[in-house]
């Protein structure tokens, strides 16, 4: 029998979010779905799948054992690594036909002399810094840059990218403007030297919703695939459906008396005759210690506080105002139950950190179950 702990993942939530995005694009402009870090916790073959069938043509990983896991389960489409690989992969990247990223000559030339002796030709997207501060060309020798990697013939220049620092927060919008604006400059200058790379690309999840100017050839959008806006200060532009909801069931339940304590460290002392639920899910799974004493899940479709630290393993919640609950009752920690929901930006929101960061925290031995579509 599986364990009751489950990450839920809801495929035509997935879906329905894509189209929401493509309604906010012009229909040349190319959705690449972003399916790193597992599809940010969701299952990056599952999800994979489904993308393509919904026509998405390329996806993004952001290493190249991500790249080879989902070319090995046989999801279609083309894949671009989006990170700094090593010398030493060049010949995976190019053995396999993936796409690359390049941001520094030294990789770049590594991976021709490697395409060629394996007479081949390697997809590539050159990236500049317009202002992330990350990896990146610089952009003052954009041209020489350019023309020297569309020179390379075990290179195939397909595309030039940047990245937005802060297109989903509230005062980044000159920023992320100037960065913009750069951009398209960029973009006359190669042009005007006589290098055409069929795809120009900028755009994340905030942007996609924010910056119509930043569409380009191509939008990258990847939180917003889940169901989450970039950030709570992105005006919610469109009816995103949560793809994931993470649950699972009381183990006990235990009736303690006024001034019993409660987990390591004994943070939570009882005031009241209590009953305390034991659920079999920690840290380890991906339910951050920070919820502590401090975040709520679902029960019977009402709350219920976690007291006492989280463990490794197990957790502890408070039912005493649900006095129906039992073993074995269905406990979503973040998603809906019924009519209740506790939204995953509450979750991050509580503990001072961001969805991205909850949804790629759920553990490899959390199951993940899927509806919606064939996985």
């Given at each position: 029998m599986p364990r009751p702990t489950v990450a839920e993942?809801?495929?035509?939530?997935?879906?329905?979010?894509?189209r929401a995005l493509r309604a906010h694009i012009t229909p040349r402009v190319e959705v690449m779905g972003m399916v790193k870090a597992d599809a940010y916790g969701h299952g990056a073959v599952a999800v994979g799948r489904a993308l393509t069938l919904e026509g998405v043509r390329r996806l993004a990983v952001a290493v190249v054992e991500e790249a080879v896991a989902l070319h090995d389960a046989g999801v279609a489409g083309r894949l671009l690594v989006l990170g700094a690989p090593s010398e030493r992969q060049a010949e995976e990247i190019a053995g396999y036909g993936f796409e690359c990223v390049l941001s520094e000559m030294a990789f770049a030339r590594a991976l021709d002399r490697v395409a060629r002796r394996m007479e081949r030709r390697v997809p590539v997207h050159v990236k500049f810094d317009t202002g992330m501060g990350r990896i990146g060309f610089r952009m003052e020798r954009a041209e020489e840059i350019v023309a020297e990697i569309a020179r390379m013939p075990g290179l195939q220049l397909e595309g030039v990218m940047t990245h937005f620092a802060v297109a989903d927060e509230l005062g980044g919008e000159a920023y992320t403007r100037a960065q913009i604006r750069a951009f398209h400059a960029l973009r006359k200058r190669i042009l005007a030297a006589r290098i055409r790379p069929p795809l120009w690309h900028c755009a994340n999840s905030g942007a996609t919703f924010l910056y119509p100017s930043a569409h380009m050839d191509c939008v990258?959008?990847?939180?917003?695939?889940y169901g989450s806006y970039p950030s709570e200060e992105v005006p919610h532009f469109a009816d995103?459906?949560?793809a994931m909801t993470l649950k699972t069931r009381i183990a006990q339940?235990?009736?303690?008396?006024p001034g019993a304590t409660i987990s390591y460290g004994r943070t939570c002392c009882l005031a009241r005759r209590s009953r305390i639920a034991?659920?079999?899910?920690?840290?380890?799974?991906?339910?951050?210690?920070?919820?502590?004493?401090?975040?709520?899940?679902?029960?019977?479709?009402?709350?219920?506080?976690?007291?006492?630290?989280?463990?490794?393993?197990?957790?502890?919640v408070d039912v005493t105002d649900i006095p129906d609950a039992a073993p074995n009752d269905e406990v979503v920690l973040y998603g809906r139950q019924g009519v209740a929901e506790i939204p995953i930006h509450e979750v991050a929101r509580n503990i001072g950190t961001i969805?991205?960061?909850?949804?790629?925290?759920?553990?490899?031995?959390?199951?993940?179950?899927?509806?919606?579509?064939?996985a």
């Open positions: 993942i809801d495929l035509a939530a997935v879906v329905h979010n894509l990258r959008p990847g939180i917003a695939l995103l459906r949560p339940v235990r009736d303690l008396l034991v659920l079999p899910i920690g840290y380890a799974d991906g339910y951050s210690r920070a919820n502590s004493n401090r975040s709520q899940v679902l029960v019977r479709e009402r709350r219920a506080p976690v007291v006492g630290r989280v463990c490794m393993d197990m957790m502890m969805s991205y960061e909850i949804m790629t925290s759920v553990g490899f031995r959390v199951p993940r179950v899927y509806r919606g579509q064939e």
